[in-house]
Structures are given as C-alpha cells and as structure tokens.
C-alpha cells in the first residue's frame, strides 16, 4: 500500500504494524506489553537512557498498573518521546547524508 510512500510515511507505518501484530483484539496492549515491545523492538533507541529522569518517568509509568492497557496514540506518543531523548538520535543528526 505505501509503495509510493516516503521513507517517513513507510516508517511509521512500520511502527503501526509492529503495534498491531502485538496488540489484542481491541487494539490493545498492556503496559507490561507495552515496556517490553518498546525494550525489544526500539532498544537500540532506548539504550543507555537508563539515568536520564524522564526516560525513569516513562519507563516507572509502565511499571504502575502494568496490566492496564493502552492505545496506538498513546503507544507512539512513548515511542517518539523515548526516541527524541536518545543519545542515537544525535548520533543521526551528526551523520551526514549526500543525495
């Protein structure tokens, strides 16, 4: 379907289909769930983030009422918020790309 799509539209569509082969029928995941897709599928984001106090926030609010579930917007909203505190988020923006 996204063929024709950019690299970013082909991404987030990566994420939404990582969140869906793990979420329940209704769309669903626990934050148990949650914390462990974000450490197996994104840990290379999350790496080394384990002192920085919102990262603890993030990963402490995953921890309460672990079996509580939560929905694809609040799934990725963690997701960028994890990614745009990591330190390879920097390593990216200091590769230079040529076209």
């Known amino acids: 379907a996204l063929r024709k799509g950019s690299d970013l539209e082909k991404a ?8 869906n082969s793990y979420a329940d029928p209704e769309s669903k995941l626990s934050k148990a769930e949650t914390k462990s897709l974000l450490q197996s599928q994104f840990g290379h984001f999350m790496q080394g983030q384990e ?3 919102k990262y603890q926030e993030i990963i402490s609010s995953l921890d309460e009422e672990s079996e509580n579930k939560i929905n694809f917007e609040d799934f990725m909203i963690l997701l960028v918020s994890l990614t745009l ?15």
């Open 12 to 19: 987030f569509a990566t994420a939404a289909l990582v969140y």
């Open 51 to 53: 002192n920085k106090p």
């Open 85 to 99: 505190m990591s330190d390879l988020l920097q390593e990216i923006k200091n590769v230079k790309t040529t076209k």
